[in-house]
Structure formats: C-alpha cells, structure tokens
C-alpha cells in the first residue's frame, strides 16, 4: 500500500515522501495516528499544498533564528560561584543558569536550546554554543569567578 507522509517517521521517511508500507502498518498505525495519508490524486495535491506551507515556515523560522545568533554571538555573560582549591566550584553552573543570565541581560532563550556536554565546574572562561535552529547555532561567552 502507498501512503504519503505528513510528518518525519523514523526509519520511514520525511514528511511529503510517497512510501510503500504493508497495509496493516498503515490502517493500524499510520493512517489512525494522523502520521500518513493514503496516496490517491486529492491527497497528493494536499501534501504539495502542505509541504509548501511548511517549507515557508520553516524558512522564516531559520530568518529568525539567523537573526537571534547575530545579537547572540557577541554576548558576554559572567557568573559569580564560590570556589575551592584548584578553582574547582561547589556544585555546578547548567543550562538553567546560563538561560536565566542570558534573560537577565534581555535575551530569551530556552534551556533545552544551550548545548553544554556536562555542567561547568571550573572557573574560567567557557563558550557555550546555543542551538536555535537545526542548521543555526550561536556562541555565547561564559565567564566563571570566584566569589
């Protein structure tokens, strides 16, 4: 059975690919889910319509989001923890506190956008990059002392 997809499947396709799938797959998951339509001549010209849509959304998304990295790119945050020996802090700076520094200084930016590997424990100077689009990624500059 051929189906269209509406949105991104795993292991499947993207969103406005015309797939072959076993018809049980379809009828029981795909179709009920809301996840694919069945591939007659109306649904094709409702997906073309659709992918349109979305590829207009998604381009101003990304003007968006090339715009955020600009203002982004040149902030320079600092943040003041107390510390031990070897300039080692007690506890750890995460992505919550660097989001809540960022809004201090009039920029919002959602915590699950700042990408840190593991919480920074060390004074110093970090860069933080910021994921504000799949393909758009900003670098703001962490600064750490001791208090």
Do not use: C, W
């Not at 919480?119 to 002392?145: D, M």
Request: cysteine-free.
């Amino acid at each position: 059975m051929e189906v269209i997809l509406r949105q991104d499947v795993t292991s499947l396709g993207k969103a406005g690919e015309l797939v072959k799938v076993k018809p049980g797959y379809a009828r029981n998951y795909l179709l009920p889910h809301g996840l694919a339509y069945e591939a007659t001549a109306g649904n094709k010209q409702r997906i073309a319509a659709e992918s349109k849509a979305r590829a207009t959304h998604q381009a101003a998304e990304r003007q968006d989001a090339v715009a955020q990295a600009a203002r982004l790119n040149g902030v320079s945050l600092t943040l003041a923890r107390k510390a031990g020996e070897g300039d080692r802090l007690f506890g750890s700076i995460t992505s919550q506190d660097v989001a809540d520094a960022l809004l201090a200084q009039g920029h919002t930016v959602d915590k699950r956008r700042i990408e840190l590997e593991h919480p920074i424990k060390t004074v110093g100077l970090h860069a933080i990059p910021v994921r504000l689009h799949h393909e758009v990624t900003a670098e703001v500059r962490l600064t750490v002392v001791a208090e």
